[in-house]
């Protein structure tokens, strides 16, 4: 939690100042603290906490808890740590947004990491600030505003958004706990499912929330006749303020990193078969954390493959019995393919028989493991040797072995299995299980069975990266101080206007600065997709 929250500490800095990042902290490192706790602690005066606090509430970083049933209670304040490590996701962000919607999806989310939260109206007061007034421009930026809002990849901010999720989930709990006077454990445990669902029920009810349909009538002129067709359309309001929903872009970052592991694993072709697989149930995947895509047949994806497919000649089929010479079908080649991305052990495709005939699905829970085990063998492998690897492998394969039995799978001399095995068990890959056989319990009595345990490796390795992520930002901070005066010249208006102005020295310093940081950021944004795949995949 320390390395997390001096993380979060460093990005708000970066944002938002050194007072904001401070009252930040105390909330991270503390909990949830009240407005007198938060004076005391960072020794601010209070005027400067509220401002503090306004600020993070406004982007979404900050939530506050109120008193119930107007009883004389403080009011709570803590962080989201998981909404603040989400600001470093911005420029893929952005980057995303210029793929799908070009130059207008890129200002408007932009504009919306600036401002925390804005109303389309903003939007369209930054348009016109921008230059001349253009209909055509401003309709522009108000169709992507109006899309990525029916989309979700923009949500509406309502007044609950501003409690915690956890807080939300306790009043359900407590509101469903007053139905019973003497609670057992099944009604404990029903209590907590159904205070769950009422939660996922109300965020469900949330989908098209600052939403308004419509109406078109299209005139179909026929003869001696008129018919109206009527087409719904969705629209925001315009008094509704609407904030950038990280949960709909990592859910396109997830399919991307699946695609490019089949690429990488297969072949290019593979990664279209589940790249298409992801366009067929876009509009059905709602969740992170769901377990599989929605279910498509062979058919469904040949229609959204190119064409240029079925001559590729990348997979080799049973030919024909009857007609041997005759070259297989688009379907075929994706019915092969979706048996081979079946048959892999990394788990990519799952039959889903329940739901009809030839209907297949990707398997999102086993390739979470798939690809967090990847990385954690690499960085095995990269730190301690590939031998060493082998053995981490071998016990995560088979369970729980003795040395012996390590010995012989790794086909490694006693000496050095023993040598690695401790290696591993002091970086705390590996650990030990006693198994008594006698009851003294005596240690040389005892079978000592060697294991690894996935979470526990998984929880250190994502507080590595937030270490390392966390000095990368320190060292980009002190590049950018030792270079304060060098800056402070490039802000001058005449400067901007005439770079000449500048010596070689300082134009050869200004590219050199440039190069660090871009090395600094490139390697935040790899150490980020680790993140994205062990935290929030």
Known sequence: MSQQARLCREIIEEEFGVVVGKVAHHMLLKGRLSLGDLVRYSKFTTRLVKESLVTLIQHGLAFFTESVDARREPTFYQVGAEQVLMRLRMMSILQMAGELWKEEGTDICRLLFLNGRMKISGIRRWVEEQGKPNKDKMEKYTRVFNTMATEQYITAVLPEHSRSAMDRYLAAEEKESEKYTITTSKELQAIKKAALASVEAELGSQEHAGMKRRMDDLVVKQPRKRTVAVVEEMEVEENVYFRVNYERFNMLFRNNCIVDY?????????????????????????????????????????????????????????????????????????????????????????????RGASQYAINFSKLRNTLRQKIFEDVVREKLGVATCRILRILIDKGKLDESQVQKLAML???????????????????????????????????????????????ELLLDVYRSIANLQQRKKEELKKRGRLIDKLNRLDVQENMDLLSEGDKAEIALMENIIERIEVSKKRLDEVIMIFRDF
Not at 274 to 291: I, R, S, T, W
Not at 313 to 333: E, F, N, R, W
């Open 262 to 354: 089949a690429t990488e694993r297969i072949n290019r072709t593979a990664g279209q078969v589940v790249h298409a697989f992801f366009q067929y149930g876009k509009d059905k995947m709602k969740m992170l954390k769901e377990e599989d895509s929605p279910s498509a047949t062979p058919m469904h994806i040949a229609n959204l493959l190119p064409a240029d497919v079925a001559t590729r000649g990348d997979i080799v089929l049973q030919p024909d019995l009857i007609h041997p010479s005759k070259a297989p079908s688009l379907q075929d080649i994706v019915q092969g393919y979706i048996s081979l991305l079946k048959a892999d052990t990394a788990g990519f495709v799952k039959s889903k028989d329940e």
């Open 413 to 459: 001399p006693a000496k050095d299995t023993r040598e690695k095995l401790a290696m591993l068990n002091l970086k705390g890959f590996v650990e030990i299980q006693e198994v008594p056989r006698s009851a003294d319990r005596a240690p040389g009595r005892s079978f000592h069975l060697w294991y690894v345990p996935l979470d526990k490796c998984y929880e």
